[in-house]
């Protein structure tokens, strides 16, 4: 399985505001400097990480994004969740796309079910603070 680049984003986007602390606040501009991507995409990925009740924006001068939960209420599975439009990892998953002649007799989607089970059980055991919290190897980085 891939995550999007979309996904890819979120994730450090939460990680970049949960590392830089609770209050202090963060521009688009600036996450995209520390990560060379495109301000674009951020500018919609912070918007959409907004809707979902992860973040908050603050406007005006001096504005700027913040984490809007504790990093320890930020589940990383759910942000895959919440981010990701498409866990179909093989076209029987879809049941209105499926045209496999297979299916009623497969047994390799039971096989991929629970594969992809596994991978959300092990997303779900970490928050975005299993992360951030103590990572001054990451902070470096981020804010050099």
């Known amino acids: 399985m891939r995550l999007?680049?979309?996904?890819?984003?979120?994730?450090?986007?939460?990680?970049?505001?949960?590392?830089?602390?609770?209050?202090?606040?963060?521009?688009?501009?600036?996450?995209s400097d520390a990560y060379?991507?495109?301000?674009?995409?951020?500018?919609?990925?912070?918007?959409?990480?907004?809707?979902?009740?992860?973040?908050?924006?603050?406007?005006?001068?001096?504005g700027g994004i913040r984490l809007k939960l504790?990093?320890?209420d930020i589940n990383i599975g759910e942000v895959v969740?919440?981010?990701?439009?498409?866990?179909h990892l093989?076209?029987?998953f879809n049941?209105?796309?499926n045209n496999c002649v297979i299916t009623?007799?497969?047994?390799?989607?039971?096989?991929?079910?629970?594969?992809?089970a596994a991978y959300f059980k092990v997303l779900d055991s970490?928050?975005?603070a299993d992360f951030v919290e103590n990572n001054d190897g990451l902070r470096a980085i981020l804010f050099r």
């Open 4 to 31: 999007t680049m979309y996904t890819d984003f979120s994730l450090r986007v939460l990680l970049y505001i949960g590392v830089k602390g609770k209050d202090e606040l963060s521009t688009v501009q600036e996450i």
């Open 126 to 128: 970490y928050t975005l």
């Open 81 to 87: 969740r919440k981010t990701e439009d498409d866990f």
């Open 70 to 72: 504790a990093p320890s």
């Open 36 to 62: 060379g991507i495109s301000k674009n995409h951020l500018t919609k990925v912070a918007h959409e990480l907004g809707k979902h009740g992860l973040i908050e924006t603050v406007r005006g001068r001096g």
């Open 95 to 97: 049941c209105e796309l």
């Open 90 to 92: 093989v076209e029987c």
């Open 104 to 116: 009623p007799a497969c047994r390799l989607k039971g096989v991929l079910h629970e594969a992809l």
